[in-house]
Every structure is written in C-alpha cells, then in structure tokens.
C-alpha cells in the first residue's frame, strides 16, 4: 500500500513556512510567486496553522475584496488535519475529503516534514495504478499457454 513517505519522497520536501504574525499581503506574494496554494504557519518550530487561498478568499468576500494589513493569525486554520509518514494513501484520502482539506501537513511526533496536496495525492495514485496495471499485463502476456504439450513423460 502506498504510505505519505513515498509520496513525500517523489514530491520532494521544499516547504514554504510563515509566522502567524505575517502580513497577508506578504503571504499571497509568497504563495504566487512559488505557484503555492497553502503555507505552514510555524510559531517557535511548532506548528501552529495552515493558511491557504480558501481562507484568503473566504476573508476576501467579506471584506469587500480588500486584504489590508491583516495578519496570517486572523485567517489561519488553528487546527489543520494532520499525517504521519506512515499513513497509508487511502487514509490521506478519507481524512482530505472529510475535512474538506487540499493540504495536509505531514509531521514525525512535532516535527513538519512536509505538506500533501490533494494534486500530489492524485498524482501518487495515478502513478502506483499505472504501475500495478504494467505488471499485470507483463504477468498476463507471460501467462502459461494451456495448449502446449506436456513435457513430463
């Protein structure tokens, strides 16, 4: 079964980290420059939140499209869903769709390793179905053809 750990090794692990203290503008400068759709917001090497564009627009829409000087910590989600490296991808996948979540933080005890995204999961188990289905067919085409004559005597 395909675990983060694998999906993080291909992704790789560049993160993109900011302070609940950082100012929204300095975020969404961020986040489009590295063509980003979440930042990890750390607090002293912990954790602390996720902001990603759907709390940014969500803030968006109430304030008449005008960000201002808001800071991170009044748009963050405090309490992001979070996976071991460990976690199998059928887990990952349950928790993002229950949680309406397309970033997932992946952490080892209380350190960040990295972040998941609903694309980097897609792309995960396109690839592992692509590979299962060259084996199968490489197992079918060397099948055992019944109608050979036996070569025991």
Known sequence: MLKVSEVLTVKGH????????????HALETMSKHDIGSLVIMQRGQLVGMLTFREIIRYLSKHD????????????????????????ATEVQRLMLEHHSRYVPVMEGEMLLGVISFYDMAQAIAAAQKF???????????????KEPSKTR
């Open 14 to 25: 560049t993160l993109f980290t900011a302070t609940p203290e950082t100012l929204v503008t």
């Open 65 to 88: 499209g005008t960000i201002g000087n808001i800071i991170i910590g009044d748009l963050m989600d405090r309490h992001p869903v979070s996976v071991s490296p460990e976690t199998l």
């Open 132 to 146: 299962e289905n060259s084996m199968l067919k490489a197992y079918i085409r060397d099948w055992p053809d019944d």
